[in-house]
């Protein structure tokens, strides 16, 4: 996949994802392309309970093209279990 230049893209992960209603995830960005300028869209929070596949929002603020490579690990998740509330 090329990120080009100045441009904002929707990337897919290569499985889905399946949280039981009890697990909410985070994601970011690997600290590599954060330094290459490379920024995440807001919001990576993924809903207890989600089912499907997530498209992560790529920004490249950069003047600089960006090949990204078939499962080429570019993000990282955060698994929070949460307590039932009374």
Not at 4 to 30: C, D, E, G, W
Not at 32 to 45: D, F, K, Q
Request: proline residues 6%; hydrophobic residues 45%.
């Amino acid at each position: 996949f090329e990120l080009k230049r100045n441009t904002i893209a929707f990337v897919s992960l290569s499985s889905s994802i399946n949280l039981p209603h009890y697990i909410a995830a985070r994601f970011n960005l690997q600290i590599e392309y954060v330094h290459r300028g490379i920024i995440l869209g807001t919001g990576p929070l993924v809903d207890p309970g989600f089912n499907g596949e997530l498209l992560i929002p790529l920004h490249n603020l950069t003047n600089n093209d960006y090949i990204i490579k078939f499962n080429e690990p570019i993000i990282w998740m955060e698994f929070t279990k949460l307590s039932m509330s009374s």
